[in-house]
C-alpha cells in the first residue's frame, strides 16, 4: 500500500471499535484518508450486551474505543473522527450521515461492517438447538444495520455519480458454514450488496461484498487465551489472517479508478490480495478461506 493514495477521501467505517472494522479504519487511515469511526463503545461508555461473553472469556470489559481507533487512524496518518452509533437506531444512523454532510460535504465510501452478533460466542449446531436471540443479533443488529447505514449514504454518493459502498461478510462459493442463522445472515448481506448494486448502476455507484476468512480478533485472541505476539504458538491458528488483511482490501478496492466494473459481486480477501498485490502485517499471501467439504 502507498501511504496518502487515498488522500482527500471520506469514508464511514461502521463498527469499528475492534475487529475488522478497526483493521479496515487503520488501513484507510495508513492510506491518508478521512474516516468516520463508528460505534457504540466510548471511554465514557463501554457498550452493553456483551456482559456474558466477557465473563465467559474473563474480561471485565470489551476491548477497544471509537476514540482508540481514530486517535490511531490519526497517528497513521489519516484523520480519525470518532461518532458514538447504535446502527440498530435509526435516529442515530441519520444523525451519523448528515454530521458526515455538514462537515465534510460529501461520502466516498462506505463500509458496512457493525452487527449485533458479535457479542455471543456462534457455534456450528442444527438450527433448532441455538436460541433465538441469535437470530436478533445477525438480523435486527446486523442485516438492518447495513441496510440502514446504507439508505442514508447512498443520496450523498448519487447526487455526485460517485462512490463505493463495501459489504463485509462471508462467503465461499456458497458452501454451507454449519450455523444456519449465521449462514442465512452472511447470504443476505451478500444479496444485499448485489442488490444494491442494481439500483445504484445508472448513478455510476458501486456496490460490493468483500469476504475475509478467519480472522485474529480480539475476541479470537482472547478465547485462545493468546495476542498478536504470541499467536503462532497456537497452531489452531496457524491459518488466521489478521483483520489488517480485509482492511488492504478495502484500500485496494477504494484506490481502483475502475472498481466499477467489480459492482455486484462478492470478493474473498485472498483473491484480492492475489490480484492486487497485496499482504498481511506479516507479509504473507493468504489464500482465501475455505470451508472443508
Given at each position: ?9 471520506v ?69 480519525g473522527i ?5 446502527h ?28 449485533g452478533?458479535?457479542?455471543?460466542q ?11 436471540e441469535h ?95 504470541r ?28 472498481v ?34
Open positions: 500500500m502507498v501511504q496518502g493514495s487515498l488522500e482527500g477521501m469514508a464511514v467505517v461502521t463498527g469499528a471499535t475492534r475487529g475488522a472494522g478497526r483493521g479496515i479504519a487503520l488501513e484507510l487511515g495508513s492510506a491518508g484518508a478521512t474516516v468516520y469511526v463508528t460505534g457504540r463503545s466510548t471511554r465514557r461508555t463501554p457498550a452493553p450486551g456483551y456482559e456474558k461473553f466477557l465473563e465467559q472469556l474473563d474480561l471485565e470489559q470489551a476491548p477497544g474505543t471509537i476514540e482508540d481507533t481514530a486517535e490511531e487512524v490519526g497517528a497513521r496518518g489519516g484523520r470518532p461518532v458514538q452509533c447504535d440498530t437506531n435509526e435516529e442515530d444512523v441519520a444523525a451519523l450521515f448528515r454530521q458526515v454532510e455538514n462537515e465534510s460535504g460529501t461520502l466516498d465510501l462506505l463500509v458496512n461492517n457493525a452487527w452478533a458479535h457479542s455471543r456462534i457455534e456450528n449446531a442444527p438450527f433448532w438447538e441455538p436460541p433465538m437470530w436478533d443479533g445477525m438480523f435486527h443488529a446486523g442485516v438492518r444495520n447495513h441496510i440502514l447505514a446504507s439508505r442514508y449514504a447512498a443520496p450523498l454518493m448519487i447526487r455526485r455519480k460517485k462512490g463505493l459502498i463495501i459489504t463485509v461478510t462471508f462467503w465461499d462459493r456458497d458452501r454451507y458454514t454449519g450455523n444456519l442463522f449465521y449462514d442465512l445472515a452472511k447470504s443476505a448481506m451478500t444479496r444485499l450488496s448485489s442488490d444494491m448494486a442494481k439500483d445504484l448502476h445508472d448513478y455510476n455507484v458501486s456496490s460490493i461484498a468483500v469476504s475475509p476468512g478467519w480472522m485474529r480478533t480480539e475476541f479470537v485472541l482472547r478465547t485462545f487465551r493468546t495476542d498478536e505476539a499467536w503462532r504458538d497456537i497452531p489452531a491458528l496457524e491459518s488466521t489472517e489478521s483483520p489488517h488483511y480485509v482492511g488492504r482490501a478495502v484500500v485496494a478496492l477504494a484506490g481502483d479508478s475502475d466499477f466494473r467489480k459492482s455486484g459481486r462478492v470478493f474473498r480477501v485472498g483473491d484480492l490480495a492475489q490480484e492486487y498485490g497485496f499482504t498481511d502485517i506479516d507479509g504473507r499471501s493468504i489464500p482465501p478461506f475455505e470451508i472443508p467439504e
